[in-house]
Nanobody, 125 residues
Framework: QVQLVESGGGSVQAGGSLRLSCAAS????????MGWFRQAPGKEREGVAG????????YYADSVKGRFTISRDNAKNTLSLQMNNLKPEDTAMYYC??????????????????WGQGTQVTVSS
Protein backbone atom coordinates (compact mmCIF):
# COMPACT_ATOMS: atom_id res chain seq x y z
CA GLN A 1 0.00 0.00 0.00
CA VAL A 2 1.02 3.55 -0.71
CA GLN A 3 -0.33 6.65 0.97
CA LEU A 4 -0.15 10.07 -0.69
CA VAL A 5 -0.73 13.48 0.87
CA GLU A 6 -0.75 16.65 -1.22
CA SER A 7 -0.07 20.18 -0.05
CA GLY A 8 0.64 23.58 -1.53
CA GLY A 9 -2.59 24.51 -3.26
CA GLY A 10 -4.16 27.91 -2.93
CA SER A 11 -5.46 30.98 -4.73
CA VAL A 12 -3.32 33.15 -6.98
CA GLN A 13 -3.80 35.70 -9.68
CA ALA A 14 -3.09 34.91 -13.29
CA GLY A 15 0.63 34.95 -13.97
CA GLY A 16 1.46 33.81 -10.46
CA SER A 17 3.15 30.65 -9.26
CA LEU A 18 2.41 27.79 -6.90
CA ARG A 19 4.34 24.71 -5.88
CA LEU A 20 2.47 21.53 -5.08
CA SER A 21 4.05 18.77 -3.02
CA CYS A 22 3.06 15.15 -2.52
CA ALA A 23 4.45 13.11 0.36
CA ALA A 24 4.47 9.37 -0.22
CA SER A 25 4.61 6.72 2.48
CA UNK A 26 4.22 2.98 2.69
CA UNK A 27 5.70 0.78 -0.04
CA UNK A 28 7.46 3.70 -1.70
CA UNK A 29 10.35 1.51 -2.84
CA UNK A 30 7.91 -0.29 -5.19
CA UNK A 31 6.58 2.84 -6.91
CA UNK A 32 7.31 2.85 -10.66
CA UNK A 33 5.37 5.92 -11.76
CA MET A 34 4.03 9.08 -10.19
CA GLY A 35 2.01 11.88 -11.62
CA TRP A 36 -0.19 14.89 -11.15
CA PHE A 37 -3.74 14.98 -12.40
CA ARG A 38 -6.38 17.67 -12.19
CA GLN A 39 -10.12 17.80 -12.37
CA ALA A 40 -12.24 20.89 -12.88
CA PRO A 41 -15.98 20.90 -12.11
CA GLY A 42 -17.91 19.11 -14.82
CA LYS A 43 -14.77 17.85 -16.54
CA GLU A 44 -12.91 14.58 -16.61
CA ARG A 45 -9.74 14.04 -14.65
CA GLU A 46 -6.77 14.80 -16.88
CA GLY A 47 -3.09 14.04 -16.67
CA VAL A 48 -1.00 17.15 -16.11
CA ALA A 49 2.52 15.78 -15.63
CA GLY A 50 4.07 12.44 -14.82
CA UNK A 51 7.39 10.86 -14.02
CA UNK A 52 8.86 7.39 -14.45
CA UNK A 53 10.81 6.70 -11.27
CA UNK A 54 13.67 4.63 -12.71
CA UNK A 55 14.18 6.08 -16.19
CA UNK A 56 13.35 9.65 -15.20
CA UNK A 57 11.18 10.01 -18.27
CA UNK A 58 8.50 12.64 -18.01
CA TYR A 59 5.19 13.58 -19.53
CA TYR A 60 3.53 16.99 -19.71
CA ALA A 61 0.14 17.87 -21.07
CA ASP A 62 0.41 20.28 -23.99
CA SER A 63 -1.51 22.88 -22.01
CA VAL A 64 1.18 23.08 -19.31
CA LYS A 65 4.41 22.55 -21.27
CA GLY A 66 6.90 25.29 -20.56
CA ARG A 67 4.99 26.42 -17.46
CA PHE A 68 4.92 23.39 -15.13
CA THR A 69 7.84 21.27 -13.94
CA ILE A 70 7.55 17.92 -12.21
CA SER A 71 10.31 16.65 -9.94
CA ARG A 72 10.90 13.94 -7.34
CA ASP A 73 13.08 13.82 -4.27
CA ASN A 74 13.79 10.13 -3.78
CA ALA A 75 15.44 10.63 -0.40
CA LYS A 76 12.36 12.39 0.96
CA ASN A 77 9.80 10.38 -1.03
CA THR A 78 8.17 13.54 -2.28
CA LEU A 79 6.84 14.56 -5.68
CA SER A 80 6.58 18.22 -6.59
CA LEU A 81 4.91 20.26 -9.28
CA GLN A 82 6.20 23.77 -9.84
CA MET A 83 3.53 25.78 -11.62
CA ASN A 84 4.50 29.11 -13.17
CA ASN A 85 2.57 31.62 -15.24
CA LEU A 86 -0.70 30.20 -14.00
CA LYS A 87 -3.84 30.81 -16.02
CA PRO A 88 -7.51 30.81 -14.99
CA GLU A 89 -7.97 27.59 -16.95
CA ASP A 90 -5.52 25.89 -14.58
CA THR A 91 -8.15 26.17 -11.85
CA ALA A 92 -8.96 22.66 -10.63
CA MET A 93 -8.50 20.14 -7.88
CA TYR A 94 -5.04 18.68 -8.27
CA TYR A 95 -4.32 15.07 -7.32
CA CYS A 96 -1.08 13.20 -6.81
CA UNK A 97 -1.04 9.62 -8.07
CA UNK A 98 1.32 6.68 -7.86
CA UNK A 99 1.44 3.13 -9.16
CA UNK A 100 3.53 0.02 -8.74
CA UNK A 101 3.02 -1.53 -12.18
CA UNK A 102 5.38 -1.42 -15.13
CA UNK A 103 4.51 -0.82 -18.74
CA UNK A 104 1.84 1.79 -18.26
CA UNK A 105 1.77 5.38 -19.43
CA UNK A 106 1.75 8.56 -17.39
CA UNK A 107 -1.35 10.28 -18.70
CA UNK A 108 -4.15 7.82 -18.02
CA UNK A 109 -5.83 8.16 -14.64
CA UNK A 110 -7.18 4.61 -14.65
CA UNK A 111 -3.60 3.28 -14.83
CA UNK A 112 -2.87 4.59 -11.32
CA UNK A 113 -3.97 2.72 -8.22
CA UNK A 114 -3.01 5.17 -5.46
CA TRP A 115 -4.33 8.69 -5.06
CA GLY A 116 -4.05 11.57 -2.67
CA GLN A 117 -7.02 13.51 -1.35
CA GLY A 118 -6.41 16.46 -3.66
CA THR A 119 -5.48 20.09 -3.22
CA GLN A 120 -7.40 23.00 -4.74
CA VAL A 121 -5.74 25.46 -7.09
CA THR A 122 -7.70 28.58 -8.00
CA VAL A 123 -6.37 31.13 -10.48
CA SER A 124 -8.21 34.41 -10.86
CA SER A 125 -7.98 36.71 -13.84
Amino acid sequence: QVQLVESGGGSVQAGGSLRLSCAASGYTFSITRMGWFRQAPGKEREGVAGLYRFSGGTYYADSVKGRFTISRDNAKNTLSLQMNNLKPEDTAMYYCAADLKYGRDLRTATDFDYWGQGTQVTVSS
